[in-house]
């Protein structure tokens, strides 16, 4: 039996800028759980091969670096976390949308999905975990006790972004924004290994017209229906 068996596991998959960020983070705080940002190591390793001028064609020196990277999530006073890789804060610069376009090419590389597997998966530990991804429920954990999936249509998660950008002072285009979600949500649904989609037996919200209180009580009720609060 795998010891993740033995912990609690909520996991929460979804395209980008479905909201299973917030929701996750949320989730955690109020719970009390561990939190597991998997797309943050993916853009991590995106970050780290960019700093090691890598290139994302380069699919066995990328492998190298994800079963490799020198990592550290800190919380700090605030409960916050802050990033550390190679010994530097990024937990700004792996948001970038150059860093979550190369993030999502370098998930499409079985290769490093098999080296951040374990990692992944070291998470799993007492009093329980809230999984955020997109093979959450159906390759990491797959025994997880609570799985749901979130969706948006392409253009409400374009707004959310670009209304995200524009409040930090980023200068965005929602044109550009919009066209970059649907080419990752092409690239994430149909890759070989791992394609972004609903594990069978998963909870399927359409977030569009849902505001992020409202998707937060139907998953903390999901969670309850099964015993895990």
């Known amino acids: 039996m795998p010891t993740t068996e033995l912990v609690s596991i909520i996991t929460v998959d979804g395209p980008s800028g479905s909201g299973k960020g917030t929701i996750c983070r949320r989730l955690a705080q109020q719970m009390g759980w561990h939190l597991l940002d998997s797309g943050a190591l993916y853009r991590l390793t995106a970050l780290a091969a960019h700093h090691h ?3 994302t064609e380069d699919e066995e020196s990328i492998k190298v670096v994800a079963a490799h990277l020198d990592v550290q999530f800190l919380t700090d006073h605030t409960n916050d976390i802050k990033i550390v890789l190679e010994g530097e804060e990024v937990t700004d610069a792996i948001r970038a949308e150059k ?56 253009e409400e998660r374009a707004t959310r972004r670009y209304k995200q950008l524009i409040s930090k002072g980023v200068s965005a285009s929602l044109e550009d924004i919009l066209a970059d979600i649907k080419s990752r949500d092409e690239r994430d649904m149909n890759r070989t290994v791992s394609p972004l989609k609903p594990a069978p037996e998963a909870v399927i919200l359409d977030t569009t017209q849902m505001t992020i209180e409202e998707v937060l009580e139907v998953v903390l009720d999901e969670a309850k229906h099964k015993g895990l609060r």
């Open 53 to 55: 001028g890598i290139s």
């Open 99 to 154: 860093i979550g376009t190369d993030a999502s090419v370098v998930a499409s590389m079985p290769g490093v999905r098999q080296a951040l597997l374990q990692r992944q998966r070291d998470f799993a530990v007492k009093p329980g975990l809230i999984a955020d991804g997109r093979d959450m429920g159906t390759v990491v954990f797959p025994e997880a006790r609570l799985k749901v999936y979130l969706d948006a249509s392409a």
